[in-house]
């Protein structure tokens, strides 16, 4: 069975975006975007809520044509034009780039959607995140901490009334800093 994969950039103090909804201040050097190109192009859907389909659809659709995009941008922008995609949203009326509209996370859709072949569903947003930890639909928590402390911004971590044991499964430093955190349901080995 597929797993739902929580991969978020994270600040070290746990916001997921600055103050205003910023995100300057992610270290994305070409290590680390080759690293997320081969990760995410394994995936089998992107699950996102609006608000990060939004600013994706904003800029991957044709960053491969810009005259100075380096390669990984240009090689992941076509793995996210063609990647499926997940739009979870209440207020947009159409989604584009190989997307599909749902209204609501119903966790039976989720856990069937799961169960369909394919490779792992990488969840993005912290809104979104969320939601599936209230429904206990995460099974894997990738966390990219940057080398910052923001002091303020959006906490990846939104629902303090869920406690979720976690086992550490991998952990990878990159020559910019940032570190990956690698957790998994211990229910999921």
Known sequence: MRKIVLWMSVSIDGFFEGPNHDLDWHLVDDELHWFFNRELAKMGAFLNGRVTYE???????TADQAPDVSPPMAEFARIWREMPKIVYSTTLDRVDWNSTLVRAVV?????????????????????????????????????????IVLGEGTPLFQVPETRTKLRLTETRAFGNGVVLLRYRRPAVD
């Open 55 to 61: 600013l994706m659809a904003e800029f991957w659709p």
């Open 107 to 147: 966790p039976q859709e989720v856990l069937e959607l799961k169960a369909r072949p394919g490779g792992d569903l990488a969840v993005g947003g912290a809104t979104l995140a969320a939601e599936f930890m209230r429904h206990d639909l995460i099974d894997e928590y990738w966390l990219f901490v940057h080398p």
